[in-house]
């Protein structure tokens, strides 16, 4: 049995995607948005991001999650919590960084690493600077804001 090549949608007209060939190939990869909502422009699917914006909100989610908060996944995430009370020393910083660059290599495998920045701002507040690259989109950089 062969697959069908045409999509039918009764009552609404089908998107760009759904009209495309099966075997036709994106060039851009997509992921779900974070945090999840609904795209009310497509029919109630959910919002998709790619490129920049894909891999900042990976990076946010993954340091935004604590180790053990995930149901099925007790050890995604990275402990920053930890820090909340040490002093803003040469050791932290580099503490957090160790920590960060681990959770990053072991959950975002697509992303590779090149530098990582933390340090604390004018009103005490720590900032993390992260430098990667995506697959094959050029060298990017971002900060991530994480409140503990």
């Known amino acids: 049995m062969s697959a069908n090549s045409t999509v039918f949608r009764f009552g609404k007209r089908p998107t760009k995607y759904e009209e495309q060939a099966p075997t036709a190939k994106?060039?851009?990869v997509y992921g779900l948005t974070f945090p999840l909502g609904l795209n009310k422009d497509s029919g109630g699917f959910f919002k998709k991001s790619s490129?920049?914006?894909m891999i900042r909100q990976?990076?946010?989610q993954l340091l935004k999650t604590e180790r053990g908060e995930r149901f099925m996944r007790p050890d995604y995430g990275c402990n920053l919590r930890k820090f909340?009370?040490?002093p803003l020393d040469a050791v932290t910083f580099s503490l957090i960084k160790e920590e960060?660059?681990?959770a990053i290599r072991r959950y975002l495998s697509t992303?590779?690493?090149g530098k990582v920045q933390v340090f604390e701002t004018v009103d005490s507040?720590?900032?993390v600077n992260l430098f990667c690259n995506y697959r094959n989109?050029?060298?990017t950089s971002f900060n991530v804001g994480v409140r503990i």
Do not use: D, P, Y
Request: net charge positive; no cysteine.
């Open 26 to 28: 994106r060039q851009e």
């Open 51 to 53: 490129g920049r914006q």
């Open 58 to 60: 990976a990076v946010a």
């Open 84 to 86: 909340l009370m040490e």
């Open 100 to 102: 960060i660059v681990i």
């Open 111 to 113: 992303v590779s690493l």
């Open 125 to 127: 507040n720590l900032k």
């Open 137 to 139: 989109l050029t060298s």
